[in-house]
């Protein structure tokens, strides 16, 4: 049955409305305003109790009400800096969310607030276990944000610093997201790179820009522009033949945002000091005190195992790869010296080739039976199944969405009388300004309101896959599709937790944790049964497609449809690059939490004011990986600006970055624990719902996989299935 048949026979009337995007930019700013201000009132009245009949009712379920009501406005005010087409409402949406950080930090310390908060607590009063957790949570902010520190001086330095920090994360956000810099190329310069890359560069030519910039050469008569996006940086690095096009994209890409620079290092100068200023000996002390991992040791320890256990299986796959580079440069006739090195432009290129030569894994044809909307609606029947949910497509009218490319749904769940769970959005392609990667946006949280009403979440994909023309849809690479799964199971996340408290809910959960839910979705994209029944060719979604599937062949005569899914032959070939250049891939990882340590385990402050970061950032990725880089050729280590365009280290992983080799332990074991002999088993799937997903944030997390699992997590199934001994 397809998604419109099966739209027609459901049909419920939602019980909560839609969000509007209607705001302007004045709107944004106030509506800020009036947040910081309801708080301080609520805080004001609470302050107002005699501590000696202060409770969790009189004291803190308020507090607890108001902010769940304020994070209802507050998550889609600052939605709008990483998403909206208008320039107008990003920057407005970038001034309300300096507002709203500036309010929280002084309400954080207010000395008051935290002795009645410190009362209750105190009383150990007999609560619901969610409400213990969050009063637990609210009495840690206080010593976060300051309250801890006893000199006067010493706690203005600091609240001077947390809110000069949190302006300096936003303005590298605003950059990284507003840039727009660029490359012009020529069809020569890309050679090698699929037929539909060219169609999509051609169909955003009539595309402005939003500021008309683009850096480089200004004649475009024969040539085309290309910019520092993943549509356009991954299939030059995967696909260009010439290994001067992917050292040029790939330097281009390392250097863009310069302004960035300056910022990054006073945000890691001013992190050090206010951790010093809180008693802490550094950064990630203060970041791991209250994390699953708890300290920085033992992040520095998980870092080193992975880079010892992987060493020689790493060493082993560089040296096929250059072997590989060798064989491909001697047939080409093009050897130099400096092609005796596996070079950083190299490594998507050679691992790309690899695969096609001894698993015949043709990216460009498995990616024409990847047409993103096809795939999304099979990706969203298979979270359908397992969770019993049913995904329907809203018609939406003026500002119910960002932009017009975006597609929104409502989301019922079949198992329980087929009631609301919430609202789901995709917005699938590039556009100036909006967040250049993928990513998921907890756009609405889920909680219950004092009447006993439920607010109901809504989720955001933010997602930047290639334009479709008239002539060719957008088409998915394997790692895009894992990817997309991957961002929807955080928002499965979100749509089927329940949870009292806004601030628990969904993937609101420690950062040690947040990941591997999602990662674990993303091992279905290994199994052949989900490989088949998504896969589609697009040349049979409409005979225009598929006359131009003819168009692109080099000949007619004779010339027949592919079959409409894979072949059973190309998906074992797929599957079985699974763990191809897994050691590589890994230390890729490792390289960028190293570096998110190093800067944030300074040994003294002094350290960090003299400490070189972009020397740190290519010295420690040249020693990790085992890849040269222009160091290689004489230009030194002190090149790029790689480690000024690391977003995630100011978007909330900063001392935290190792969260993703940890959640590959933890999604690794948890997908064995459940999906490892089927990964349709419904009845472990709905358990994995309820006692996994469910929760949110609402209990300490390492209770919620004890729960689960029966045990406490562990490493047996990640070094199984990775060939690492011990």
Not at 289 to 304: D, G
Request: with cysteine; aromatic share 12%.
């Amino acid at each position: 049955m397809d998604s419109k048949a099966r739209d027609t026979q459901f049909s419920h009337s939602s019980p909560q409305p839609p969000l509007r995007f209607d705001a302007t930019p004045g709107s944004l700013v106030a509506d800020a305003r009036r947040l910081v201000a309801d708080a301080e009132s609520v805080v004001n009245q609470i302050t107002g109790i005699d501590q000696g009949k202060a409770s969790f009712e009189n004291a803190i379920l308020p507090f607890l009400n108001n902010e769940n009501l304020a994070l209802r406005e507050s998550l889609v005010i600052r939605f709008y800096r990483s998403t909206s087409p208008r320039k107008d409402l990003r920057d407005a949406s970038d001034e309300a969310s300096k507002i709203l950080t500036d309010g929280e930090v002084d309400l954080f310390m207010r000395e008051d607030f935290h002795r009645t908060v410190d009362a209750v607590q105190r009383k150990a009063e007999a609560l619901d276990p969610e409400y213990r957790h969050f009063l637990l949570k609210l009495h840690q902010e206080f010593e976060r944000n300051g309250l801890g520190i006893f000199s006067i001086s010493d706690k203005q330095r600091f609240r001077e610093v947390r809110k000069r920090i949190a302006d300096l994360e936003r303005e590298c956000l605003k950059n990284l997201n507003g840039q727009t810099e660029g490359l012009w190329f020529t069809r020569q310069d890309l050679k090698g790179l699929p037929d539909h890359f060219f169609h999509d560069r051609e169909s955003q030519s009539t595309t402005s820009l939003a500021d008309g910039t683009r850096t480089g050469e200004a004649d475009a008569g024969e040539k085309l522009w290309v910019r520092y996006k993943d549509p356009d940086i991954i299939p030059i690095m995967k696909f260009a033949t010439n290994s001067a096009t992917r050292k040029k994209m790939f330097m281009g890409n390392e250097s863009r945002c310069s302004q960035n620079r300056p910022l990054y290092c006073e945000i890691f100068v001013l992190r050090d000091e206010a951790a010093r200023l809180l008693g802490y000996p550094n950064h990630a002390a203060y970041r791991t005190h209250y994390k699953m991992i708890q300290t920085p040791a033992a992040v520095h320890k998980s870092l080193l195992d992975v880079r010892e256990q992987l060493h020689d299986q790493r060493d082993r796959e560089l040296a096929i790869l250059l072997e590989l580079k060798k064989q491909h440069l001697e047939e080409s006739g093009n050897v130099v010296a400096s092609d005796e090195k596996l070079f950083l432009w190299d490594r998507i290129f050679y691992d790309r080739l690899l695969k096609e030569k001894h698993y015949s894994f043709n990216q460009p044809m498995l990616a024409e039976y990847f047409p993103f909307d096809r795939t999304l609606s099979g990706m969203l029947r298979i979270y359908e199944d397992i969770f019993h949910l049913r995904f329907i497509t809203v018609q939406t009218e003026a500002n119910m969405v960002l932009h017009d490319s975006v597609t929104m749904f409502s989301v019922w769940d079949t198992n329980d009388k087929n009631s609301f769970l919430g609202y789901f959005y995709v917005d699938p392609y590039p556009r100036d300004g909006k967040y250049t990667h993928a990513g998921h946006y907890r756009l609405q949280p889920g909680f219950t309101a004092s009447s006993g009403e439920r607010h109901y979440p809504s989720s955001w994909l933010n997602i930047n896959f290639p334009y479709p023309t008239s002539t060719m849809p957008s088409l998915l690479k394997h790692e895009e599709l894992r990817r997309l799964f991957h961002e929807i199971g955080h928002a499965i996340h979100n749509l089927v937790s329940k949870t009292k408290c806004s601030r628990f809910h969904g993937t609101s959960v420690d950062r040690d944790f947040v990941e591997a839910p999602a990662m674990l979705f993303e091992k279905f994209l290994w199994q052949p049964r989900h490989v088949r029944e998504l896969s589609y060719h697009y040349s049979y979604l409409s005979p225009e497609y598929l006359a131009s599937w003819k168009a692109s062949q080099p000949a007619t005569e004779g010339l027949v449809q592919p079959p409409a899914q894979l072949m059973e032959q190309l998906i074992e070939q797929l599957v079985k690059t699974e763990h191809v250049n897994d050691a590589i891939n890994s230390v890729w990882k490792t390289w960028h939490a190293s570096f998110d340590m190093a800067v944030h385990t300074p040994r003294s402050h002094d350290e960090i004011l003299k400490m070189d970061f972009q020397v740190l950032f290519n010295e420690l990725r040249a020693e990790i990986t085992g890849l040269a880089g222009p160091e290689e050729l004489g230009q030194g280590f002190d090149w790029g600006n790689g480690f000024a365009v690391f977003r995630a280290i100011v978007s909330g992983y900063d001392a935290g970055y190792y969260v993703y080799l940890l959640s590959q332990i933890y999604s690794t074991d948890l997908f064995q624990t459940t999906f490892g002999a089927d990964t349709m088993d419904k009845e472990k799937g709905m358990r994995y719902r309820y006692q996994l997903l469910q929760p949110g944030g609402s209990q300490p997390e390492m209770l919620t996989l004890m729960n689960y699992l029966g045990r406490e997590p562990n490493a047996d199934a990640f070094r199984k299935e990775h060939g690492i001994s011990g």
